[in-house]
């Protein structure tokens, strides 16, 4: 069973680069053709896919993000990285890692795969 679980800060000033992690567990990050994910939900709204490592390290990014968001992966610790540059409040947002054989802004709709519970993100002064 793939377990995920996300950590990093909860309260972030704007204009700094927010960075979050998930660790997984239950399935190597490099095994298979599988895609690592991270996805929003800000208040009142939908889930938004922000990007995706594949298992081989490409890299897939929603365009609507492409310009801020980078995903690294650290193989050693099972773990993927999730980095927001130059934050505004509007990035504030309950924010998810999920694993699948997919990835995208139509898969997160069906909410398929593994997913970690999210945590919450604010972005203030």
């Known amino acids: 069973q793939v377990q995920l679980q996300e950590s990093g800060p909860d309260l972030v000033e704007p204009s700094q680069t927010l960075s979050l992690t998930c660790t997984v567990s239950g399935r190597s990050i490099i095994m298979g053709a599988y895609y690592w994910n991270w996805i929003r939900q800000a208040p009142g709204k939908g889930l938004e896919w922000m990007g995706a490592?594949?298992?081989?390290?490409?890299?897939y990014y929603n365009p609507s993000h492409k310009n801020r968001a980078s995903i690294s992966r650290d193989t050693t610790k099972n773990q993927f990285t999730l980095h927001v540059n130059s934050v505004t409040p509007e990035d504030t947002a309950v924010y998810y890692c999920a694993g699948d054989w997919d990835y995208g802004s139509n898969w997160v709709t069906g909410r398929r795969g593994s997913w970690g519970r999210g945590t919450q993100v604010t972005v203030s002064s």
């Open positions: 490592i594949t298992a081989s390290g490409n890299t």
